[in-house]
């Protein structure tokens, strides 16, 4: 008996089936390192070291020992300089420092143009789920009007949980009110990726916006 080369298994057409049944209606996006680059990383640490005079192994000690705190909104960015920096005299001021960090952040114009793109050609839902504290996440998100594209910002600061935590990609969920099959996650560190994935969240390890955009329109059918 002749097999037909069109027959698939039953469970396989399953398959076929309810997979061209999802479709992403989300994308939960990082904003540093997708967005625009990171607002306060070791490269920007390192040239505030060299030109403010500060001693660079005791700069990124007090750094790592304080900076998650921020992060999840326990402290102010006050409080957090004055524990970096100004926990002994310094011939220039708090807000001097303050506006040194924050031209730090510099958009990757590219990428937000293709979000807004595929915002609009797909009447996308858009979440930031970010590790950032307040002020500068509000800063950056009134700068580079993220919140002109942006439906909802899950950010650290805001909600007391920092990624890899479960609970921030469960609440991006929750306060999303999707499925996590519908979501594209696109994020630049690829532990946080892997764990989204652990909750159904189809993930996109973002190297530059060429890949991404591959990767958007070849997977999951999103191009512009």
Same mark, same amino acid.
């Given at each position: 008996?002749?097999? #037909?080369?069109?027959?698939?298994?039953?469970?396989?057409?399953?398959?076929?089936? @309810?997979?061209?049944? *999802?479709?992403?209606?989300?994308? +939960?996006? !990082?904003? &540093?390192?997708?967005?625009? *680059?990171? &607002?306060?990383? =070791?490269?920007?640490?390192?040239?505030?070291?060299?030109?403010?005079?500060?001693?660079?192994? $005791?700069? $990124?000690?007090?750094?790592?020992? %304080?900076?998650?705190?921020?992060?999840?909104?326990?402290?102010?960015?006050? *409080?957090?300089? $004055? =524990?970096?920096?100004?926990? %002994?005299?310094r011939d220039y001021a708090p807000q001097?420092?303050?506006?040194?960090?924050?031209?730090?952040?510099?958009?990757?114009?590219?990428?937000?143009?293709?979000?807004?793109?595929?915002?609009?050609?797909?009447?996308?839902?858009?979440?930031?789920?970010?590790? $950032? &504290? =307040?002020?500068? @996440?509000?800063?950056?998100?009134?700068?580079?009007?993220?919140?002109?594209?942006? !439906?909802?910002?899950?950010?650290?600061?805001?909600?007391?949980? =920092?990624?890899? !935590? !479960?609970?921030?990609?469960?609440?991006?969920?929750?306060?999303?009110?999707?499925?996590?099959?519908?979501?594209?996650?696109?994020?630049?560190?690829?532990? +946080?990726?892997?764990?989204?994935?652990?909750? &159904?969240?189809?993930?996109?390890?973002?190297?530059?916006?060429?890949? %991404?955009?591959?990767?958007?329109?070849?997977?999951?059918?999103? #191009?512009?």
């Amino acid at each position: 008996m002749e097999v #037909s080369a069109l027959y698939l298994p039953p469970y396989t057409l399953y398959l076929i089936f @309810t997979q061209t049944l *999802t479709m992403i209606t989300t994308l +939960f996006l !990082d904003i &540093g390192g997708v967005l625009l *680059t990171d &607002g306060w990383n =070791r490269k920007s640490r390192a040239v505030a070291v060299e030109q403010f005079g500060l001693d660079p192994k $005791e700069t $990124e000690d007090r750094h790592h020992l %304080t900076f998650d705190t921020y992060e999840v909104g326990k402290i102010t960015l006050d *409080t957090y300089l $004055e =524990r970096l920096v100004f926990y %002994t005299k310094r011939d220039y001021a708090p807000q001097q420092f303050k506006e040194f960090m924050f031209a730090q952040s510099q958009p990757h114009a590219e990428m937000i143009e293709l979000i807004i793109a595929l915002k609009k050609k797909y009447n996308l839902k858009v979440a930031v789920v970010s590790n $950032e &504290g =307040r002020e500068l @996440t509000e800063y950056r998100i009134k700068k580079f009007k993220l919140g002109g594209f942006v !439906d909802f910002f899950i950010s650290s600061c805001f909600v007391h949980f =920092r990624k890899p !935590d !479960d609970d921030i990609f469960k609440l991006a969920l929750d306060v999303s009110q999707v499925a996590p099959g519908e979501v594209v996650y696109i994020e630049d560190r690829p532990l +946080f990726v892997q764990v989204a994935e652990t909750f &159904g969240i189809n993930g996109i390890r973002h190297i530059n916006v060429d890949t %991404t955009r591959e990767i958007l329109a070849t997977q999951f059918g999103l #191009s512009v």
